[in-house]
């Protein structure tokens, strides 16, 4: 079993739509929890970061995190062209920065 | 966020060379830093954690003296691939944290190496 695994898509949405990444981990030590873009060809870039239960929103983006089921969800509101890309779910332990990164969904988004 | 830099970007080499890549932290110091590697459609895979001033932490199958990791200051680490192959072609990625940060890393643009 991976310890982080994401569904690796593609994931394809109509501009302006709801797209939904999803994301379980097998460490229940993992405190801290990470979504990054990756554009092709580039390093990641974070977008969110979320380290207790519940939502978090930041614009466009909302992460979701649920520890009893180790669970991390990431939605993009009224996508763009612009949000394709890979999209990398990534869990921690504490503040070490060694971070485990599952295998990444890409998000497909269609004008 | 903070500055992680990154060079170079890209290098090209023969089979039997070694190749240097630094990491940099631009606007804090680091005293760990990561080093992924990237294969193509794959997820980044941790190879080493870069401890300066100390021996680096090689992940389960990395080959430590094929990958030699020198962290010598606060502000730079790097990676030396020696004795490259073609299969050692790869996007290698370095990460840094900040000191009493949350965890989150930030990485530097990579560095794409191709061995002939």
């Known amino acids: 079993q991976k310890e982080v695994e994401q569904n690796s898509g593609p994931l394809s949405v109509p501009e302006g739509a709801i797209a939904s990444l999803n994301c379980t981990y097998s460490d229940r030590g993992s405190q801290s929890f990470f979504w990054y873009r990756q554009y092709s060809g580039k390093s990641p870039e974070l977008i969110m970061s979320i380290y207790s239960n519940g939502d978090k929103e930041d614009g466009r983006f909302t992460a979701q995190l649920n520890k009893a089921s180790q669970y991390v969800s990431l939605l993009i509101r009224d996508s763009q062209p612009s949000d394709s890309a890979t999209y990398l779910c990534?869990?921690?332990?504490?503040?070490?920065?060694?971070?485990?990164f599952g295998q990444g969904t890409t998000l497909q988004v269609k004008p | 966020g903070a500055v992680v830099s990154q060079h170079p970007s890209w290098v090209i080499c023969k089979s039997g060379t070694s190749v240097k890549i630094e990491c940099r932290s631009l606007?804090?110091?680091?005293?760990?830093m990561f080093w992924y590697r990237q294969f193509p459609k794959q997820s980044l895979m941790l190879m080493a954690t870069s401890n300066e001033g100390s021996k680096a932490t090689y992940e389960q199958g990395v080959e430590k003296d094929k990958f030699l990791i020198n962290h010598a200051s606060l502000t730079l680490s790097t990676l030396t691939v020696t004795s490259a192959h073609p299969e050692d072609s790869s996007f290698y990625i370095c990460?840094?944290?900040?000191?009493?940060?949350?965890?989150?890393?930030?990485f530097g643009e990579g560095s794409r190496l191709t061995v002939l």
């Open positions: 606007d804090f110091q680091a005293t760990t």
């Open positions: 990460s840094a944290g900040t000191s009493g940060g949350t965890g989150e890393l930030f």
């Open positions: 990534a869990g921690g332990r504490g503040n070490t920065g060694k971070l485990i």
